[in-house]
Every structure is written in structure tokens, then in C-alpha cells.
């Protein structure tokens, strides 16, 4: 089965950085867009940051200027650079995939990762 894998969580102080990436499964055929959400307790999934497979990113306003999200398609691997991280960016984030497969095509999510961000 396809699967993402993602690392880098954890707890950073207020000001400071972290890098989260997300491994897909490489019996794939292609990948489309990749993205990372994120989702704090009592509030619904939000979008952080989209990145096609041309190289165009999104981002949610919250973040723009602090987040940088990119893909390395031969590692089938997407990133999230966090910089000056906030109380406000304590969450779960999740990355996600759209992905052809055996499967057809499907989006895929990891399994989270806990970023927290002390005061």
C-alpha cells in the first residue's frame, strides 16, 4: 500500500525552527500535488502549505513568510521548513499526497506529527 511517512516534530521554544518531512512509498507511478495541514485540539484540519508538481506553492496566511514547503520528486519527499514558530502553531501536522498507484489515483495522509511551540 501506498504510505507517507513523516518525522520532525517536536518541541521548540517560541523563535525557533523546525523541519518536518514526508516520505512516500516508492511503488508509486507519479505524484501531484503534496501539502502539509495541520489541527489543534477542538478545531478543524487547515491547510498550511500546497505545492504542485511543477514547483508552485500555496501557502495559509498565518504562515506566509515563515514557512517555506518544498519537494524533492526523485526522494518522493516533501518538506516543511518552520521559522519563527509561534504558541499558535502548536498542532498535529499532516502531510498529504495525491498519488497514482495501482490504486488509481487517491490522496494519501500521514500518520501526524506533534509540533509544539512553548511561550
Known amino acids: 500500500q501506498v504510505q507517507l511517512v513523516e518525522s520532525g516534530g517536536g518541541l521548540v521554544q517560541a523563535g525557533g525552527s523546525l523541519r518536518l518531512s514526508c516520505v512516500a512509498s516508492?511503488?508509486?507511478?507519479?505524484?501531484?500535488?503534496m501539502g502539509w495541514y495541520r489541527q489543534a485540539p477542538g478545531k478543524q484540519r487547515e491547510l498550511v502549505a500546497t505545492?504542485?508538481?511543477?514547483?508552485?506553492?500555496n501557502y495559509a496566511d498565518s504562515v506566509k513568510g515563515r514557512f517555506i514547503i518544498s519537494r524533492d520528486n526523485g526522494r518522493n519527499t516533501v518538506y516543511l521548513q518552520m521559522n519563527s514558530l509561534k504558541p499558535e502553531d502548536t498542532a498535529v501536522y499532516y502531510c498529504?499526497?495525491?498519488?497514482?498507484?495501482?490504486?488509481?489515483?487517491?490522496?494519501?495522509w500521514g500518520q501526524g506529527t506533534q509540533v509544539t511551540v512553548s511561550s
Open positions: 505545492i504542485t508538481s511543477g514547483g508552485s506553492t
Open positions: 516508492e511503488n508509486i507511478f507519479s505524484i501531484n500535488d
Open positions: 498529504n499526497a495525491d498519488v497514482w498507484s495501482a490504486y488509481g489515483r487517491r490522496e494519501y
